[in-house]
């Protein structure tokens, strides 16, 4: 008898907790707030050929940081990123990003502009369509790819967009993940 009341009780209290977290969100979680987004994908290594780059070893997550009025930091997965590429109105497809491509080849930086189009994920390698806008001679091999890709303008929460949550960090920045 005794276990039974304390099951009953128990099953109480859970689903006055779960009410409450269906309800309500912490205290420091806010709403993803409108933003320009800048993105940083890193990889262990990268092929380029005459039409695609290819990051291998590239990282599960995408960080993202944007700048004024408020500095904030996120990051998001991957995947999700890609998906996301060609999912609305004002996506990457149909406005293509500038991105710069930093490798170390033989020891030295290497840094190009390009434009980059139709990402394909395939496990932890991820190829882009490019069309090269400026810097160094693109490698064909490279190793410690970084990859800073242009400004997207997340809206924040709104109609037709649930842009995703932030929260207050320990020196008061806020840190971000879209709803992708």
Excluded at 2 to 29: C, E
Excluded at 114 to 119: A, I, Q
Excluded at 140 to 152: E, H, P, S, V
Excluded at 154 to 162: H, I, L, Q, S
């Amino acid at each position: 008898m005794k276990s039974l009341i304390y099951g009953a009780l128990f099953a109480m209290v859970g689903a006055v907790g779960l009410a409450q977290a269906q309800t309500s969100k912490p205290a420091n979680v806010i709403d993803m707030p409108p933003a320009n987004w800048l993105f940083v994908q890193v990889a262990d290594q990268v092929t380029i050929d005459d039409k695609t780059i290819t990051l291998k070893g590239v990282a599960p997550q995408t960080l993202m940081f944007s700048d004024r009025p408020e500095r904030m930091t996120g990051d998001a997965p991957t995947p999700a990123f890609v998906k996301f590429w060609n999912s609305g109105k004002s996506d990457f497809q149909k406005d293509p990003p500038n991105a710069t491509l930093a490798v170390t080849v033989d020891g030295k930086s290497v840094t190009t502009v390009v434009e980059l189009t139709d990402p394909q994920l395939n496990g932890d390698t991820l190829t882009y369509n490019y069309r090269v806008l400026g810097g160094d001679e693109l490698p064909k091999t490279g190793t410690n790819a970084n990859l800073f890709i242009d400004w997207w303008y997340g809206p924040g929460w709104g109609p037709g967009w649930r842009g995703g949550y932030c929260w207050r960090g320990p020196y008061g920045g806020l840190h971000c993940r879209p709803a992708w």
